[in-house]
């Protein structure tokens, strides 16, 4: 017999951390890493999956 967390715990399980795989993100690029003020400030990259605990794996398509 399968039970599902809703009637075990009587709650719902929050989902909201998860993300959706292939999903477009960018990534923040420390204010060190600036050459100039006009260069930018963030990353293109692509959610490829989970690592491990609070990591994620990302693909950058111009540098593979």
Known sequence: MI???KAWYNMKKNVAH???F??????????DLHLSKLEPRATHLIFIGYFST?????LDKSTR
């Open 3 to 5: 039970v599902s967390a």
């Open 18 to 20: 998860l993300r959706v």
């Open 22 to 31: 292939g999903a477009i993100v960018y990534i923040h690029i420390f204010p």
């Open 54 to 58: 609070r990591s994620h794996k990302l």
